[in-house]
């Protein structure tokens, strides 16, 4: 709902004749946001053209003599939303609201959000690449029947087909999705590039590469056991302990940032990763980072402090943290 600071008329049906501009401003302000009449109507009734009366409008808006405040619950995720705009200059932001108990089906929401978000940027047959990650997983779940609808084509952005499958095993059997058929982690460098000179390999990387779109998972050292790339058994608790003394505070695809969104370094599971590097990940046009919890706050000013992802679904937990550790 809104509401209006705008002084009522003494007189509805009084003509523009006699009147300074502010109150003319005044009038048709009521006319429009009170009275719900249309440009066209106010017009008649004050004997202004639609066009003056759309000027005077914006001219009310810009002068302050009409003022709109919004009493919603998605009010602080909209100021929070242009916040994180502003901060990071992203293509695109959305923030969910906060339940009463926080992270709840958190996942579910952030993949709801996420898969709204893509069904306003694809368009019909472009390459969808996805990553990792039960969000990412989400979103895919909740696009089904548009991917379908759209004929939307879909890679992965990484190898290992066992942290996909909960979104891709969704997916109708008709969608086009093309699986790096390689594991997320080899296991040394050595084999790691083998593979990846593998030309069932590369040409699905290169395709990635060619991606219109991608949509990808944040992970955070704060998450501890519940990261997807612990529990899926691609590090170990040892390891993970050892990336965080190293500086690292969250990963995408597996690659550890630090703080400032460059990698973390002396970290030999960066060579030792199948799939596309964050830097190859950065070309493609529109990158959207799905991450929410005010555990992941400092993972994700890492993605956008890199310029890993240039778009953001997250929830107001998530959002407030990240604004309050930016100040």
Known sequence: MSELNIKPPADLNHAEHGMNEEELLARIAWFYYHDGLTQGEIGQRLNLSRLK???????????????????????????????????????????????????????????????????????PQQLLAVGFGEAAMSTLQHLSGFITSQQIRMVTLSGG?????????QLDAACSV???????????????????????????MLAACAADIAVVGIGALGQRRDATILRSGYISEGEQLLFGRKGAVGDILGYFMRADGELAESMTIHQELIGLSLDELANIPVV????????????????????RVNALVTEEHAARSMLSLLT
């Open 178 to 204: 093309s699986i790096i058929p390689a594991p997320l982690r080899a296991s040394s460098s050595e084999v790691a590039r083998i593979l990846r000179e593998e030309r069932s390999v590369r040409d699905i």
């Open 161 to 169: 087909v066992g942290p996909y499958m909960t979104g891709i095993g």
């Open 288 to 307: 959207i980072g799905v991450a929410g919890g005010a555990e992941k706050a400092e993972a994700i000013i890492a993605a956008l402090a890199g310029r």
């Open 53 to 123: 009366v759309s000027r005077l409008l914006e001219k009310g808006r810009q002068s302050g003599v009409i003022r709109v405040q919004i009493n919603s619950r998605y009010k602080g995720c909209l100021e929070l939303e242009n916040a994180l705009l502003q901060q990071f200059n992203l293509q695109q932001v959305r923030v969910l609201p906060a339940l009463d108990e926080q992270n709840i089906g958190l996942s579910t929401r952030l993949g709801t959000g996420a898969a709204h978000m893509l069904m306003t940027l694809l368009q």
